[in-house]
């Protein structure tokens, strides 16, 4: 499978601790999005990188989420001092940036329990 | 601001029936709309896009300014067609999706 990878699948952690997600982009997508998605609702977009440039970052993203795409490639999203809200699915999406809006490749995404 | 709502969370047809997934958007400008698909175990991924203007599966949707609507119509549903879908808009020339809540589409046999 060439698509979007995510790691880990699942984490469980207990509130307080920091978590680190990675996310392997389509090797010849410039684009790289992170959505955060709860039970009964759509995913909510957080961020986005144009290779290793964070353009956008949603309000949702609070002091304690930073994300980077060092080098234009993968990305990690890392969450300190987790809370119980931040229990959610954590999707990353790849696209190429041409002439037109092209579709967004999403990944399996990572699955996080705050207990 | 930008709004997709998808009024129906659950939705169940028999297989041969018409399907119609609902969705309506709010914004100001140009939009872009979509419809996404997650099939039970497997990642989400794109069904179509109105600008394509293509059938995807059997599935058309129109986008209709006037109405802010994006609606997905299937016109004979088959059990493979069972799965969550969502609508999600963008502004032109962009790509940050702006997604519904979901509708989860059954098909009964």
């Known amino acids: 499978d060439t698509g979007v990878s995510q790691d880990p699948r699942h984490k469980i952690t207990k509130r307080g601790q920091n978590v680190t997600f990675r996310c392997d982009p389509i090797s010849e997508h410039n684009r790289l999005y992170w959505y955060r998605q709860t039970l009964g609702q759509g995913p909510e977009f957080l961020t986005y990188?144009?290779?290793?440039?964070?353009?956008?970052k949603s309000r949702l993203l609070s002091d304690r989420f930073s994300a980077e795409r060092p080098k234009g490639s993968f990305s990690t999203l890392e969450i300190q001092r987790t809370e119980q809200g931040d229990s959610a699915m954590y999707l990353c999406?790849?696209?190429?940036?041409?002439?037109?809006?092209?579709?967004?490749?999403f990944g399996n995404g990572t699955r996080l329990t705050v207990t | 601001a930008q709004r997709v709502t998808q009024p129906e969370k659950l939705l169940s047809v028999f297989k041969g029936a018409p399907v119609e997934l609902k969705c309506n958007y709010s914004y100001s400008g140009s939009p872009e709309l979509f419809w996404y698909v997650q099939y039970s175990r497997q990642r989400l991924q794109l069904l179509l896009r109105?600008?394509s203007r293509e059938s995807i599966k059997g599935f058309t949707a129109d986008l209709n300014k006037g109405e802010t609507s994006f609606h997905l119509k299937k016109p004979f549903a088959q059990e493979e067609d069972s799965a969550m879908y969502y609508c999600a808009l963008s502004r032109q020339g962009a790509q940050k999706l702006v997604f519904g809540q979901g509708t989860r589409l059954t098909i009964n046999p």
């Open positions: 109105h600008i």
């Open positions: 999406a790849s696209s190429l940036v041409t002439g037109d809006n092209s579709p967004l490749h």
């Open positions: 990188f144009q290779n290793e440039a964070q353009l956008e």
